[in-house]
């Protein structure tokens, strides 16, 4: 029986553990929201459809084809934090859908400044939108906004594009169709080394990408911080539970060797509350040109961006430097995932196989 939200009090949904809130987003309208919904299934469909849209897109009439798929909709995309490549990557995959796109990128734009709950705003937009993509400061503002839409008349699809330091879900999700692309000709993800670098603890690409690994098989996740900025122990009880194997360590060197990806990030000093970042040596949790010899022929060296020191430009263009790569995947997963929220993914689907466009 499918669960809705609907039916559930915010207080007892708030409760559920990570796994069983995802049972609520799978319904009509399907929300995205957090990483845990995901099955290893679904993130096959939505690798394949995303390859799909690139190839059909690559032609003039494809591209065409492709902006009538949501002609009929309209999307607002409230962005309550600083955001340029998630704003633009979701912007540019509505507008290769043909989805017409409205924004609000600033809260003190907004009735919010005349005292307006931030519930009653986005009440205000699913007037005017059939979907919301937001970023928001606050952790778990994405599900209690799908919740509040439940209960009234006007319930639209959600999706999360970044909420607090918790939850970045397509984040992930171009992450992994990075992952797949890079190691598509060298057996998959499974049985690969994945070693996550730099602010752990409250990097939430990392997060949400770390739980979406453990739907591999043999997957070893390898997690390299300094002390102050190590992954939390929330996200390693899920790891525990899902039987993925993994090791918490501040010595970078010796993961090198053996990494089949290299998961780079940035320290989340925006987080902090008194500058306490900036008392942490980071200096050994950066990559260089140094270390190219040390790593795999194969490795792919990622990065969600901004970057900082963590990554040397002297790398940029080694193939082995996937991250601008990773920039781009998020435009063609996040229309996949959008396509597939809207429920017109098919069609994309009988175009591909009558045509067959080129890689």
Not at 47 to 61: E, G, S, V, W
Not at 280 to 286: E, K, Q, V
Request: aromatic fraction near 8%; include cysteine; charge should be neutral.
């Amino acid at each position: 029986m499918m669960k809705k939200l609907s039916g559930i009090s915010w207080r007892d949904f708030k409760a559920l553990p990570l796994l069983e809130k995802g049972d609520y987003f799978q319904g009509t309208p399907p929300h995205t929201l957090i990483a845990q919904q995901f099955t290893r299934e679904k993130l096959q469909e939505l690798c394949a459809l995303a390859t799909r849209i690139k190839r059909i897109n690559k032609r003039r009439d494809g591209a065409n084809f492709l902006k009538t798929l949501l002609c009929d909709k309209r999307a607002m995309l409230y962005f309550a934090q600083p955001s340029s490549r998630t704003y633009l990557s979701h912007n540019a995959a509505c507008q290769i859908l043909g989805l017409d796109t409205m924004d609000v990128r600033d809260s003190k734009t907004s009735s919010e400044v005349k005292g307006e709950s931030p519930e009653d705003t986005i009440r205000t937009f699913s007037s005017y939108a059939d979907m919301i993509i937001m970023r928001h400061p606050v952790g778990g503002f994405a599900e209690r906004v799908a919740w509040m839409l439940a209960h009234t008349n006007r319930e639209i699809p959600v999706l999360n594009a970044g909420s607090g330091a918790d939850q970045h879900p397509t984040q992930a999700l171009l992450d992994i169709y990075t992952l797949e692309r890079s190691f598509e000709k060298i057996g998959g993800v499974d049985g690969k080394n994945i070693v996550f670098v730099g602010d752990l603890m409250r990097g939430r690409t990392v997060r949400s990408l770390a739980w979406m690994l453990s739907l591999y098989k043999d997957v070893k996740l390898y997690f390299v911080a300094p002390e102050p900025l190590q992954i939390g122990q929330d996200i390693l009880d899920l790891l525990d539970a899902a039987g993925t194997k993994y090791v918490v360590t501040q010595d970078f060197a010796s993961t090198m060797p053996i990494a089949d990806a290299i998961y780079m990030t940035r320290i989340q000093d925006e987080w902090d509350a008194e500058g306490e970042s900036s008392t942490i040596d980071t200096s050994a949790f950066s990559i260089g040109a140094e270390h190219m010899d040390i790593i795999k022929d194969t490795t792919a060296i990622m990065h969600p961006l901004p970057r900082r020191k963590e990554i040397s430009t002297d790398i940029d263009n080694d193939p082995r430097a996937v991250y601008w790569r990773q920039m781009r995947n998020g435009m063609w997963i996040r229309a996949a995932l959008i396509l597939t929220t809207f429920g017109r993914q098919d069609e994309v689907n009988q175009y591909y196989d009558n045509y067959k466009p080129g890689a």
